[in-house]
Structure formats: C-alpha cells, structure tokens
C-alpha cells in the first residue's frame, strides 16, 4: 500500500497544475472559514440585527458548534478537490500511462488502490486542515475552551471526511469512465448543481423520501445546514446514521463499479 | 528449455469482428523473433493480450511454462505503439516510477539512458523530446528491469531515417546481449536485418511461421534480360524449372525451383538460342518471401 501511495507520489511531485490548485483551495477555504468575522462585522455595517442582537455576537466560532459550521462551509469546496482527482485520472488515460502501467507490471487493483490512496490522503489533508483551522479559530473566539465542549462534536469531522472521500470516489468514477478532464468536470458539476436539483423538482412529491437516496442530496444530507440555529429555527446539529449509512453504501458502490470497469475494459 | 511465450488458440472478437482467430505461436528463448503482418491483422492486439491490458475472449497464453500473472510482467519489457510517459516530468523521473511499479531498485536508471543516449538530457522534461528521444526512452524503460524479454511493437514507427538507424542499431546492440526480443513491425527490411524467426499474421490467424533462414535458403531469383523480349519470354515459360515470372521494370525477374541456379536457367537459354544483355542473382529478401505468403493466403 506505501508502494502504492509511493507511485502516486512520484507521479504528482512535479506536476505543477495539481499543486497550484492544491494550494488555492486550501488559501480560499482558510480564508473563507477564517473570515467569519469580517462578514458578521460587514452585517452589523449594514445595519443587520438578530432580533436586536448585534451580529458581532453570533457566536459561529464557538466550541463545539464551530465543527458543523467549518465542515458545512467546507462542503462548497470539494469539488475543487474533485477536480484534481479527475485531472490525475484522466491524464493516466489521455498519456495512455494507465496502459503502460499495467504493462510494466502494476495489475488493474493495484492502479484502483493508488488512486483511492489519493482520494484518501486528499480526503485526510482535508480533515486535517479543519480541525487545525477549527482549533485556532476556536481558541481565539470562544467563549467557550472547556476540552468537554472542543471535541463534544468532533464526529462532524469524520462525517466529513466520508463526505468528501465519497465525493472523490464519484469524482474518480467520472475520470475513469469519461477519460476526457473537461468532460469529467463539466458533467460533474452539472451533475451536483442542476440536474439532480432538477430531478428532486420534477419528482412527484410521494417519492420525496427516495431524495435522500440520490448520490449528491445523500451527501448533503450528512451535514445539515447549521447556521438556522442562530435564529433559534430547529436544525439538526448531528449525524444521522441512516445518512452516513447510504454515503458508505455510495462510497462502496463507485469502488465496486471502478474495479468493474478497470478489469472489464480493454486499455 | 522452457518456451518463453506460448500462445495457444488466441482468440479475441470485437463485436462480430474477429481480430484474432485461433492464433497459436511459440517463441523461443534466445530468439529474436520478429511478429509480420499488414495493419489490423492483429498484431498489435496479440501483444496486448499477452500484456495483459487487453481481455482475451478464449485460448490462453503462458510466460515462461506459467499462466500469467502480473508479477511476470515486471520481468518483461515492453513497449506497445507509442511511447507512453507522463509528459511533465524527465526521464530520470518517468523512470523513477516504473522502477517502483516494477519493485527494482533505481540504480540502473543512469545505465538504461546511457545505453540510448539519453543521458544528456536525462533531466528535460518528456514533452520537449523528439519522437526518436521518446522511442529511445521506451526502450530505455523496457531494459530497466534487465529483463529477459522484450517487446517491441513498431519501434521505428514514425522515425526519421537517421533514427530508424539508431534503433535498429541500439536492437542488434541488445539482441547481442542474449535477450529474447518480440519486435512486431511492418518494417520487414529491419525484421529481416535483425530477426531469426519470424511469423506472418494475416486477418488475425498465423499464416506462416519459421526462422528467417529457412525461409530464404535455396530460393533463387534471377534478373534476365534480352533484346528479344518476346522470345526471351516463351523460353522463360518452357524452362521446367520455374515458380514464376515476373515482369519487374525492364528486366524479367524469374523465380527458380528449389536446388536450381542461375547457371542452370542461363546454360537452357543458350541452348535456345537466346543471349541475354542482363543477368544478376538476386537474393530473396523477407519482403518478397512476406508478401508471396500473403498472396498464397489471399
């Protein structure tokens, strides 16, 4: 498996396209995150009250409540994560190294295997960076430090991370089976943005429950919105199993169809 | 000794197409065996399945007596159609990996790339090498492992005729270190300037199968000519011990029955009278020997 990760490694060192993007999805996610201040301070510019209370006072940063608002937040970037995974993949096709590789002697599972070690690592940075984010965000504007309150959530974090190792996995599927990156990117973020919104339109409302079943929704679902809270409007501020449940199922079924298409196919 | 490839009643359907159909072939250790065929007869794809990238529909292949797997791929080299590397990054670098995908160690990367004379430039990155660079580097990446086998499937393909040279040269060069060597090629001067045996593929079924040798030993072609072209010819037709005629430019090139000379062709003519302005031996190259197979199987 380090061999694996290894290989993958020294495929992406020097590619500089991936680490730029790499770096700017990082930059805007901190910052984005980090500027929760500025914006409830832009708020009360503009003269913007909650029921008279100042909006400097909302306390988003908050232990433990700052680990559903990060991750929440966060979920509106992964599909810049999920462009790298498409790049990596599809340029093993457009160089035909996918081919080679398997001709020098790498088998089909064992390319599966390097490409999920990615989506995992990418999807662990990830994770990582927010709980470092959350901690020094946290540290300097809760009211609350007590360790009981800092990690009483914390599970919004590997929610997280299966939200975003499961989209990745989606994303790896597209690469895979469309070869070409713009392709792969283009009907990815259809995808998520319009036609699934579309089809939970267009659905007749008896099938409103099969919605949490559909691949993007089930992903949201993991983490619900958290901000209605600071209106004191119900919210749901913890994972439910039955979600986390269908995004495993969804994480299983892309590797399941992968390696299906990795082994059926000839390269 | 144990056959290093053994291809048994391949067979591989694309649709209702058959690429290829009961293919069998033996090659064995020490040979350089040069794989013949027009486009699309399945060359490509026979290799491919032996390669296991593509999936055959019946028969079986072994390696070295073995069913494959892929740890025997890491003790083959081998390059099919063009030269496939990640284009950001050096040589040094692209081979950086297959040594890992291979599990051997880095140490011969230096050596392999002095052997193709791309030492020099061993830290450029890929995409700015010449197509000759980049077909070097494929087989730079095929000896890495210091493997027993390699296949080479069109290695001039698109080269000039100074990199076709240096090719050819850098072939015999390995040839002579004992390795077995696959080259399919339609190039049939160079399989013939550097090939024991060889196979003939045609629609995907193996048509011919032999060693270079025995294919050109004893046939004899002769140019003739005379300046009575119409009576040179009726006496071509009398002479008992013809394949065939041929009209070849200005000359008749007229191929002879096994163990029969020119001598023998030249003493019937003078016999009848016929005294010939042009004589030559020619020897039979595998381009003619290739395409009289091809026009038997047509």
Redesign the interface.
């Known amino acids: 498996m380090i061999?694996l990760l290894?290989?993958e490694w020294?495929?992406l060192?020097?590619?500089?396209i991936f680490w730029i993007l790499l770096t700017l999805y990082f930059l805007v996610l901190g910052i984005v995150c980090g500027s929760g201040m500025l914006f409830l301070q832009y708020l009360e510019s503009r003269g913007a009250s909650f029921q008279n209370i100042s909006p400097m006072l909302i306390p988003i940063y908050d232990f433990p409540d700052i680990w559903q608002n990060l991750t929440y937040l966060a979920s509106f970037f992964r599909i810049i994560l999920a462009f790298l995974v498409i790049i990596s993949v599809t340029?093993e096709s457009s160089?035909?190294?996918l081919?080679?590789?398997?001709?020098?002697?790498?088998?089909r599972k064992?390319f599966l295997l390097s490409k999920l070690s990615l989506v995992f690592v990418l999807s662990l940075m990830n994770t990582i960076f927010l709980l470092m984010l959350g901690m020094v965000l946290g540290l300097i504007f809760s009211s609350v430090v007590d360790a009981r309150f800092i990690f009483s959530e914390i599970v919004f974090l590997g929610a997280h991370f299966l939200e975003l190792f499961t989209f990745l996995l989606l994303a790896m599927l597209c690469g895979l089976l469309l070869k070409k990156a713009g392709l792969a990117i283009v009907l990815l973020v259809l995808y998520t943005m319009f036609i699934e919104p579309l089809i939970t339109i267009s659905l007749p409302s008896e099938y409103a429950s099969l919605y949490d079943l559909l691949p993007v929704k089930s992903l949201n679902n993991l983490i619900d919105i958290p901000f209605p809270r600071y209106i004191f409007r119900e919210m749901q501020n913890f994972i439910a199993w039955k979600s986390a449940l269908i995004v495993g199922a969804y994480a299983f079924i892309y590797t399941g169809l992968s390696y299906l298409y990795l082994t059926?196919?000839?390269? | 000794m144990e056959n290093v490839l053994s291809i048994i009643n391949l067979e591989k359907n694309y649709g209702k197409f058959q690429a290829l159909n009961s293919l069998s072939l033996e090659i064995r250790p020490g040979t350089i065996f040069g794989l013949l065929g027009p486009n699309g007869s399945g060359k490509t794809t026979t290799l491919g399945i032996v390669l296991d990238v593509i999936n055959k529909s019946g028969g079986d292949f072994r390696w070295f007596g073995k069913p494959a797997d892929y740890s025997t791929r890491k003790k083959i080299g081998a390059i099919l159609e063009s030269p496939s590397f990640y284009p950001y990054l050096s040589a040094t670098q692209n081979l950086k990996i297959i040594a890992k995908i291979k599990e051997i160690s880095p140490h011969r990367i230096d050596e392999v790339l002095q052997v193709v004379n791309l030492f020099e430039r061993r830290n450029d990155p890929f995409k700015t090498y010449s197509l000759g660079m980049k077909q070097r580097l494929a087989i730079a990446s095929a000896l890495l492992a210091d493997p027993e086998v390699l296949i080479l499937d069109e290695p001039t393909n698109g080269l000039d005729p100074q990199g076709i040279v240096e090719v050819r040269r850098l072939i015999i060069q390995i040839a002579g270190m004992g390795k077995t060597i696959v080259l399919a090629s339609h190039l049939l001067d160079e399989v013939q300037k550097v090939c024991t045996d060889f196979a003939v593929l045609r629609r995907g079924k193996l048509v011919y199968t032999g060693s270079v040798t025995e294919a050109l030993a004893g046939k004899e072609l002769v140019e003739v000519l005379s300046d009575d072209i119409d009576r040179l010819r009726r006496s071509l037709d009398d002479f008992p011990y013809v394949n065939s005629v041929e009209r070849d430019a200005a000359v008749f090139v007229v191929s002879l029955k096994d163990g029969k000379k020119a001598q023998d062709l030249h003493g019937f003519l003078i016999e009848n009278g016929i005294v010939l302005s042009h004589l030559l031996t020619r020897k039979r190259n595998l381009e003619q020997e290739f395409l009289s197979i091809l026009a038997a199987h047509d």
Do not use: F, P
Request: aromatic fraction near 8%; charged fraction near 45%.
């Open positions: 061999r290894e290989i020294l495929k060192r020097h590619y500089r340029n160089y035909r190294t081919r080679q590789n398997i001709i020098d002697g790498l088998n064992e059926k196919k000839d390269l």
